[in-house]
């Protein structure tokens, strides 16, 4: 899991925003046939590309809202 320490709630949300981009892109490939004839292992590539961007987009996601749930607390 990657460690977001000292980096800032709005750099964090312009790499998820990123890092969804980037899912996508690898996911639509997929949906838009670009894939047809490729190896199995090319696809293989390719879908293990979408998952690490999944991952990611959801590890972003949870350091977020662990920093929300944080800061409400801290102010209560």
């Known amino acids: 899991m990657a460690n977001y320490q000292g980096?800032?709630?709005e750099e964090?949300?312009?790499q998820l925003e990123e890092a969804r981009q980037y899912r996508?892109?690898?996911k639509n490939l997929f949906?838009?046939?670009e894939l047809?004839?490729?190896t199995p292992e090319r696809i293989k590539y390719y879908?293990?590309?979408a998952e690490s961007y999944a991952v990611?987009?959801?590890a972003i996601e949870n350091?977020?809202?662990?920093?929300?749930q944080g800061e409400i607390l801290a102010s209560a």
């Open 36 to 38: 047809d004839g490729e």
């Open 56 to 58: 990611e987009v959801t």
């Open 63 to 68: 350091e977020l809202k662990m920093r929300v």
């Open 31 to 33: 949906l838009q046939g």
């Open 7 to 9: 980096v800032s709630t």
């Open 24 to 26: 996508t892109n690898w």
């Open 12 to 14: 964090l949300q312009l």
């Open 47 to 49: 879908n293990d590309k």
